[in-house]
């Protein structure tokens, strides 16, 4: 029995090596076969595709720098390599080396270190009493900081003879890079055939640090993802994507590289040449991205000028199409001390905000879902008073409101009672208001239906989803109803908007033009619901708390939202300050939904009267830009 469950094992983990060789791992060990057989190699990483946007700019593209390779002659010597590294040595401009590179320069120009082996190691060798990795480590070790010390010029010799010296020796090594025409006028003067130019591609940005963050770095092949680098064709050589849309699309921007046959003399014959990549087209608009970070500068300057925005010192702006999920224009800006910017737009994905009331279209939805809103009832706007807890009101007293003029008006009243009903309780002055775990479960399933606090599948490397508050109670939940106990990623606000205006059809966010749209998740409101929340929310911005944040007539839906929360005045790691955030997100026109916009300003301003009117003035702004371009 024990001998047939043995074979058994054998058999299976013989089966098992195969189906990797075969199937994971194909590519790879073809790869391999095809170097080792025919001797064939590749040179290096082809020209990638370029970025555009969607009208065709260029937004990422190459340009040629020149290269110096060599190639190993069959008749190359230690003495001849050594030539070739001093005859390039005034071309070098930087360089890095070793401790191994030293000691292995060390030991070709000193017969191999054959005098740091004395002749009674010899004789145990001889008696193979010492084995040639006995010998070898012996040398190693007997090296000496003292016989490692170089001047600069013969440091840059051996910096060259250690790439001349790397990998395999019919492959080509490149020695300089970022030669200029003069240089390799004087190089290709030395007439050494073992060296010739290369062009290789650079990439440059055509508008300077624009989404620079966005599109992302190349460079080697990171460590930790080698194997499956390695699995899919590549080589450890290779320039691949290592972030934003560079590593999101590394497979359609790689180019394929030259192919070569390698002679009985070890040069070179061309198979196939190089083939640049595939260009990725995107939804953004550069004429809307400038206008966007320059009306965000503007205001952020102007803001910075009053007492109360002391604390202000990050924003964040957007622009999409409500109807696909595409993202136009996004900009994330810093401001120091010294009116300079730093981009930011990166932590679009991942930094997260309390958004206050501008989620009060989801805390509607709660209500209609559980039942806790009867359409059209009226209430008299008030506070809450809690057990134990100060009274709760809205920002003023607002008269009587339903499930529409609340939105519009922005009762935080409305919510309050919504949020006590939906868990089977009524309010009552003074009232203990036990919750549990379930009760914030409910509104944070809604609210991650929008993309609040879920992931909006966006086609760009980790995307965080905004932090959940661990404590539960009643008074937090009821924060919770009006966007201040949960936070959000700037981004999460726009796909939230998108999905009001598809009637709670939710689609991931998409900077890649797509022909088609991701669909996510159904809110599962009725459109009649839906009717009054848009409707709560067209209000808004007629008569509304945003009256005159957007032109009547581009019958924009949304909402504002105002955050109050904390700040760390210091830097000590201890939020101390009360500050308040301002939020906005909308979507025009109404009918036919064409531009969303979504405007976040953490910390605008203290607890003082004034506020300066940063969300409206660069609502304003871009609004009548988007009127003006038309769609």
């Known amino acids: 029995m024990k001998l047939k469950a043995f074979l058994l094992f054998l058999f299976f983990s013989f089966g098992g090596v195969i189906y990797t060789i075969n199937q994971t791992n194909h590519v790879y060990y073809s790869t391999l076969l095809e170097q080792k057989m025919e001797r064939v190699v590749y040179g290096s990483s082809a020209p990638r595709g370029r970025i555009v946007d969607r009208n065709g700019n260029v937004l990422v593209d190459n340009v040629g720098v020149i290269k110096i390779a060599y190639h190993k002659p069959l008749n190359s010597t230690i003495q001849s390599e050594l030539e070739i590294a001093s005859l390039l040595e005034p071309f070098v401009k930087e360089y890095f080396l070793t401790l191994t590179n030293m000691k292995n320069y060390y030991l070709a120009i000193h017969n ?62 490149i020695l300089l890079s970022d030669v200029s025409e003069e240089e390799l006028a004087k190089i290709l003067s030395l007439d050494i055939g073992s060296l010739t130019s290369v062009i290789e591609a650079k990439r440059i940005y055509p508008y300077g ?68 990549g595939n260009d990725v087209v995107l939804n953004i608009d550069i004429g809307i991205q400038l206008e ?34 595409g993202i136009l224009a996004l900009a994330g800006l810093k401001m120091a001390n010294d009116g300079t910017f730093q981009d930011i737009t990166i932590t679009s994905f991942t930094s997260s905000y309390a958004m206050g009331s501008v989620v009060k279209g989801a805390s509607n939805t709660v209500g209609y879902l559980t039942g806790a809103i009867e359409v059209g009832q009226k209430v008299l706007d008030s506070c809450v008073k809690l057990y134990s807890e100060p009274s709760k009101c809205s920002y003023q007293r607002l008269g009587y409101v339903d499930d529409i003029t609340a939105l519009k008006t922005s009762s935080n009243y409305y919510q309050f009672l919504t949020a006590i009903k939906s868990t089977g309780q009524m309010y009552t002055y003074n009232m203990k208001f036990p919750v549990t775990e379930e009760n914030f479960k409910t509104y944070r399933d809604v609210f991650a239906s929008y993309g609040l606090g879920s992931k909006t599948e966006i086609d760009f490397p980790n995307e965080d989803t905004g932090m959940k508050g661990s404590k539960i109670a009643g008074d937090l939940l009821l924060n919770f109803a009006i966007g201040q106990y949960d936070t959000y990623t700037p981004i999460s606000l726009l796909q939230y908007i998108h999905t009001i205006a598809s009637y709670g059809n939710r689609y991931a966010l998409r900077l890649k033009k797509e022909e088609y749209n991701m669909f996510l998740n159904q809110v599962g409101l009725d459109s009649s619901y839906y009717d009054r929340i848009i409707e709560g929310m067209y209000q808004v911005f007629h008569g509304g708390t945003a009256s005159s944040y957007v032109n009547k007539n581009l019958h924009a839906v949304g909402k504002t939202g105002t955050a109050e929360t904390f700040y760390d005045s210091n830097y000590d790691g201890i939020v101390d300050t009360e500050v308040i955030s301002s939020t906005l997100a909308y979507y025009f026109p109404r009918e036919d939904p064409t531009y969303s916009v979504v405007i976040i300003a953490p910390f605008l301003t203290d607890t003082t009267t004034y506020r300066y009117p940063f969300t409206q003035t660069v609502s304003l702004k871009i609004s009548s830009y988007l009127q003006s371009i038309g769609s």
């Open 112 to 173: 191999n270190g054959r005098e740091l082996i004395t002749e009674e190691e010899y004789r145990l060798w001889d008696e193979r009493k010492l084995s040639n990795d006995d010998i070898a480590n012996l040398k190693w070790d007997r090296i000496t900081e003292d016989m490692l010390e170089f001047d600069e010029k013969e440091r840059r010799i051996i910096y060259l003879f250690s790439l001349m010296n790397e990998g395999y020796s019919y492959e080509d090594k």
């Open 209 to 276: 640090e624009t989404l620079k963050s966005i599109f992302g770095t190349i460079g080697s092949i990171p460590k930790e993802k080698v194997q499956n680098y390695l699995t899919n064709g590549y080589s450890l050589d290779d320039t691949v994507g290592t972030s934003g849309l560079e590593e999101q699309y590394e497979s359609i921007l790689k180019g394929e590289k030259a192919k070569y046959y390698v002679n009985s003399d070890n040069t070179l014959t061309l198979i196939e040449e190089a083939k640049m």
């Open 292 to 325: 966007l970070e320059k009306v965000l500068k503007e205001e952020m300057i102007l803001a910075s000028k009053k007492s109360s925005s002391k604390y202000f010192k990050e924003a964040y702006a957007m622009v999409g199409n409500p109807k696909n999920g």
